[in-house]
């Protein structure tokens, strides 16, 4: 390609450090794509001739089908996708390809494959997070009376109400779509007619390109347009949002598919077995989720690194921004089709589930807003006057709300002649009322709202 100037040719060393085909072959569809648009382009503004425009078109077609039909050839030599695409153009209409590279520069080119390949990154994240949120309202709506141990610190707190509990990462969700579509919205302008950093002599319609490639306006600065990666970084840090929060699903799916918790059965289609303990039941598929989370995370900061200190324009560096998102990208969609099938299979013990809430005095709390509201204490006694209740409790070795009512009046003068309260784990659900809580009615609302904003 630059002959003209060079008289040896590249060591064996120098292509390999250089070469990026081998990974960067996976934008050939947007690197096609980008040329059809940009030879049309020149044709309209008669640039090239509508003649040699209908050859390269032809010839990108043939390309594109071969590619499709035997991949793309891995010639080091030819460096990276634009110049094996170019290559093979020449072999297949000899010279006349040689016009498609007119007011176009590699560093416009892989700038504008980036940004398309990432915007379809950003739907397909978008597809799978909303099947994931169909699927944690379907089971939320079938469990939204079922009870379980809510906890913080995962120490046993108050009960809650699974449904309510499987709302949580539907809200999670929710706003990792809206960082995705943020992400769309900011990579929605074309670096195409830039060139390598300056602008060209050429007069382009550049606003042409960005249309018929998807965008909703061309870049406005050139040096920017050919030296920007926040597009990638954008897809990064949703990408390590949404895999954060996929990860806590699956550490709550390990922690609960767990023997002394026993809270979920994985389906068979989630779990493996073990090499030697025949009885084993792994949740592996929920662990992996959770450690590509951390790798998810590592190739955000692979490329915040690589981009520090660039100066403008471009440089080589940059190059080294497509395996991090695509690598991302791999472990994020199959994260997210893993969680959502084991939500979508698992078997909830509802039964354990339930009585694992009545333990603990789980409902001590339940008893502290009952002195607050039929007897007026102020919280902090009400919270003291519990706090002795769950030591009578204990003493008895029974749960606060197995206490006799002899025993509870016992406790202070003022309940001599009340009507106590429900310290079921189903009274205590049902009480969390307030908008945003756990009450079975509360999810149902819930559920029905997330349907009609989803659709
Ligand atoms: N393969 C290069 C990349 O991905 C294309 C741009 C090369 N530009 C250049 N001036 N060497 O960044």
Redesign the pocket.
């Known amino acids: 390609m630059w002959g003209g100037r060079f008289s040896g040719g590249p060591s064996a060393i120098m292509r390999e450090i250089n070469a ?1 085909i081998p990974f ?1 072959k996976r934008l050939w569809r947007q690197d096609i794509r980008a040329s059809k648009v940009h030879v049309a382009m020149l044709a309209a503004q008669g640039i090239v001739s509508e003649a040699d425009a209908e050859a390269i078109s032809g010839g990108l077609d043939t390309i594109a089908a071969e590619y499709e039909a035997d991949g793309v050839p891995e010639n080091l030599d030819l ?2 996708i ?1 110049m094996t695409a170019e290559a093979r153009l020449t072999e297949l209409i000899g010279p006349v390809a040689g016009r498609l590279h007119t007011a176009r520069s ?2 416009d080119q ?1 700038a504008t494959d980036c940004r398309l390949w990432v915007r379809e990154a950003c739907a397909e994240v978008d597809a799978g997070l909303a099947a994931f949120q169909r699927t944690l309202l379907a089971r939320a709506e079938e469990h939204a009376d079922t009870v379980m141990p809510g906890f913080t610190h995962l120490q046993a707190a108050q009960p809650v109400t699974l449904g309510h509990h499987l709302m949580a990462y539907y809200e999670m969700a929710r706003r990792d779509r809206s960082r995705f579509a943020d992400a769309m919205a900011r990579a929605d302008e074309c670096p195409l007619g830039s060139a390598a950093l300056a602008g060209t002599s050429f007069d382009l319609d550049r606003e042409r390109t960005a249309s018929e490639l998807g965008f909703a306006r061309p870049t406005a600065n050139s040096l920017d347009a050919v030296s920007d990666r926040d597009f990638a970084l954008d897809y990064l840090m949703a990408a390590t949002t949404a895999s954060l929060h996929l990860s806590r699903l699956a550490e709550e799916f390990v922690i609960w598919a767990s023997q002394p918790f026993g809270f979920v059965k994985l389906s068979d289609a989630y779990s493996t077995g073990s090499s030697i303990m025949p009885q084993k039941r792994n949740p592996d598929a929920a662990e992996l989720v959770r450690s590509h989370a951390g790798r998810i995370a590592g190739c955000m900061q692979a490329l915040v690194m690589v981009m520090k200190g660039l100066p403008l324009a ?1 440089a ?1 560096d ?2 080294d921004d ?1 395996p991090p998102v695509f690598e991302a990208h791999d472990l994020l969609a199959l994260s997210i089709a893993a969680m959502t099938g084991m939500v979508e299979t698992s078997d909830f013990q509802t039964g354990r589930l339930r009585d694992l809430a009545a333990g603990g005095h789980s409902t001590a709390t339940d008893f502290a807003d009952w002195l607050v509201r039929s007897l007026d204490m102020p919280f902090r006694d009400a919270h003291h006057l519990t706090g002795a209740a769950v030591k009578l409790a204990e003493q008895q070795g029974c749960d606060i709300s197995e206490l006799d009512a002899a025993a509870l009046r016992g406790l202070d003068p003022r309940l001599a002649d009340a009507d106590l309260p429900d310290l079921s784990v189903e009274g205590s659900v049902a009480s969390r009322m307030s908008y945003g809580g756990t009450a079975p009615t509360r999810v149902r609302e819930a559920v029905k709202r997330a349907r009609e904003d989803m659709t």
């Open positions: 990026s960067d460096e990276d634009h590699r560093n892989v471009y080589k940059m190059q497509k």
